[in-house]
């Protein structure tokens, strides 16, 4: 199992920002995509964002000019910052490795093999 271990959330007033960490092992961060995906209470877990092993990124259209996907290869690590947050972006934040063969669309959940244990952001009105 790779792990990948998530950091950096949790509680501010809308319009705050947060930034999340997610560490990861050098194979998965080398040979995979990356994403962040989100579950809020009752919902399913929906894609935020997601960057490829070439760097190319995609966005949610709900966040699309509110949050941001970096990564430092140097510390195997990708960054989610979130900009003017509302409370509808309260969810649990998981950051998944894509499996490197699949055919599946970046958005599909399905296509990611290897999944941090998440991490809580609370976003008050």
């Known amino acids: 199992q790779v792990p990948l271990v998530e950091s950096g959330g949790g509680s501010v007033q809308a319009g705050g920002s947060l930034r999340l960490s997610c560490a990861a092992s050098?194979?998965?961060?080398?040979?995979?995509?990356m994403a962040w995906f989100r579950q809020a209470p009752g919902k399913e877990r929906e894609f935020v964002a997601t960057?490829?092993?070439?760097?190319?990124?995609q966005y949610a259209d709900v966040v699309k000019g509110r949050f941001t996907f970096s990564r430092d290869r140097s510390k195997n690590t990708v960054y989610l910052q979130m900009s003017s947050l509302k409370p509808e972006d309260t969810a649990v934040y998981y950051c998944?490795?894509?499996?490197?063969?699949?055919?599946?669309?970046?958005?599909?959940?399905?296509?990611?093999?290897?999944w941090g244990p998440g991490t809580q952001v609370t976003v008050s009105s």
């Open positions: 050098g194979r998965t961060f080398s040979t995979s995509g």
């Open positions: 960057i490829s092993r070439s760097g190319e990124m």
């Open positions: 998944a490795g894509r499996s490197p063969t699949t055919p599946l669309s970046y958005t599909n959940r399905y296509a990611y093999a290897y």
